[in-house]
């Protein structure tokens, strides 16, 4: 199964779920059947999101281009996630058809993933509802957990906006 999808709520923000399934020779055997995968930002500026997200200690594990003919836009996914894990996912990945998809399909820690509809980086403004534009709707924040005094773009232990407007709650560990 590559994925399965559920959109609700009402337009013009509509919610979905979405099933994955992930390779489970790689699902550490104390883990629930199922968990939180990932979440989905959509983003007008792609080297500003992963510039932010890195400072938060994600990298970019896998991604995705589509072009005009399938949508016209590319996925980028991150994770909080050490070199040799990544290494080990990119190594379980060879020799699959599509090695992206493979080392995506071999994590199951949370991801972020930011989807970027190609077009939007020349549109003047905000592109997409959030919590910081008018009307305020759409989706509420991200929490990451920190180290004490770890600062983040002037955020210590607060909140900061991410390039899109985003709402992203530092909150220090205790």
Request: hydrophobic share 40%; charged share 25%.
């Amino acid at each position: 199964m590559k994925g399965l999808a559920f959109a609700f709520g009402p337009e013009p923000e509509q919610y979905w779920i979405e099933i994955v399934e992930r390779n489970n020779a790689l699902v550490p055997a104390d883990w629930p059947t199922f968990n939180l995968s990932q979440t989905m930002l959509r983003v007008k500026s792609v080297d500003e999101s992963v510039k932010f997200y890195a400072k938060l200690g994600m990298k970019v594990i896998a991604e995705k281009h589509f072009g005009p003919e399938s949508g016209d836009f590319s996925l980028y996914f991150l994770a909080s996630v050490s070199d040799e894990r990544l290494a080990e996912a990119k190594k379980a990945a060879e020799g699959s058809d599509d090695v992206q998809f493979a080392i995506l399909k071999s994590f199951w820690e949370q991801l972020l993933e930011l989807t970027h509809n190609h077009g939007t980086e020349d549109k003047e403004g905000p592109v997409y509802a959030t919590l910081a534009t008018e009307p305020k709707m759409g989706f509420s924040h991200l929490t990451f957990v920190a180290d004490a005094g770890v600062n983040v773009d002037g955020a210590v232990d607060g909140v900061v906006s991410d390039p899109d407007g985003y709402q992203v709650r530092i909150q220090n560990k205790k």
